[in-house]
């Protein structure tokens, strides 16, 4: 059963993250990030057997010296709540050309390679890993990748994901991206995923022949003039894939209005037990594994299998050293 609203589960004290100090959701998409609310009831250090995950929203904007406010605010929240990772939405702190800006034409690179440092440091600093939306710069004559940074503890990117199904507009902007990328945490292996590769079912199935349990999957639906198929399509594809793969996912949105979705998780029975409101910042966290029981639940008793020759990528994926390196410095 889905919980809307809901900022960490059972714990009415951080709903509070689900509104910007001071201010109302309306006027998020104008309002400077402010400092979140510190919350004293925030829960305990997790237990040595569990992963937990922090997933964050907030109004993403072209400005990333303003984006990396909040998720440091964000970064901070989620280890006082005893979290080991902090997942962020696609292209949080870089903005998401050809919505939050309208290209990288001019693009303040050496500020996104500032920030970014900033960011590392502080992972560094609070001993948390974190997924970070961003965009990768390539060369001056090709265009960067749109990415999820993994920064491990000691500030190093131990990888990074390049969107593999980009659409249309993304390919006006973006290099296409052309390898899965996983990494086991606290005996947990996840996956990392973007927006719409949520759309292809070959993706989600490929991980799962990889050995992943929990995506990690990072979405921008907003900014947008109102409703749309994105206020359900989502909350509905997710699940499903999850449920076709024995996987659970943990999904995130900007929140800048109008965003069609909050941020959420998905489990292999097909429900999604948090989620977040829309169109204001909040954070939820989750333990895996969740206690659902090794049997019973699946639906699915023979996954389907990916072709040898299944189209990985949407759009041709470039070829360039910067890219093939997924530790390449920003």
């Known amino acids: 059963m889905r919980t809307a ?8 004290a951080l709903a509070a993250l689900s509104r910007i100090s001071g201010g109302a959701a309306a006027n998020a998409a104008q309002a400077p990030s402010q400092p979140l609310p510190s919350s004293p009831l925030a829960p305990g250090p997790s237990p040595s057997d569990k992963l937990r995950i922090a997933t964050c929203q907030f109004p993403v904007g072209p400005n990333p010296a303003e984006n990396a406010k909040y998720i440091g605010d964000f970064m901070r929240q989620a280890s006082a709540a005893g979290a080991q990772l902090l997942h962020t939405s696609e292209a949080c702190l870089s903005g998401y050309a050809g919505t939050d800006f309208r290209s990288f034409e001019s693009y303040d690179w050496d500020t996104l390679r500032r920030e970014t440092t ?12 974190l997924v970070l939306g961003s965009a990768h710069f390539l060369d001056a004559a090709a265009k960067p990748t749109n990415c999820l940074y993994l920064i491990d503890p000691q500030g190093k990117i131990a990888d990074r994901y390049d969107k593999c199904f980009c659409t249309g507009g993304d390919q006006k902007h973006y290099s296409v991206g052309d390898r899965l990328v996983t990494r086991e945490i606290r005996g947990i292996l996840v996956g990392l995923a973007i927006c719409y590769d949520i759309c292809w079912p070959q993706l989600y199935i490929g991980y799962r022949e990889r050995g992943v349990t929990v995506m990690i999957h990072s979405f921008h639906n907003a900014r947008s003039k109102g409703k749309n198929c994105l206020d359900t399509l989502n909350v509905h594809q997710v699940p499903t894939r999850c449920a076709d793969n024995r996987m659970w996912a943990v999904c995130n949105n ?18 999604i037990p948090k989620q977040l409101e829309i169109n204001q910042p909040g954070m939820l966290i989750h333990d895996f594994p969740d206690g659902l029981s090794a049997g019973g639940w699946y639906h699915n008793f023979k996954p389907m299998q990916k072709r040898d020759d299944e189209i990985m990528s949407w759009g041709t994926p470039i070829k360039n050293s910067r890219q093939a390196d997924g530790q390449a410095e920003p």
Do not use: E, N
């Not at 900033?118 to 890993?129: H, K, N, P, S, Y």
């Not at 900007?254 to 429900?271: K, L």
């Open 5 to 12: 609203g809901s900022a960490v589960a059972g714990m009415a």
């Open 118 to 129: 900033g960011l590392r440091q502080l992972a560094r600093d609070l001993d948390l890993w």
């Open 254 to 271: 900007s929140s800048q209005p109008y965003s069609h979705w909050g941020s959420f998780i998905a489990r292999p029975d097909a429900t």
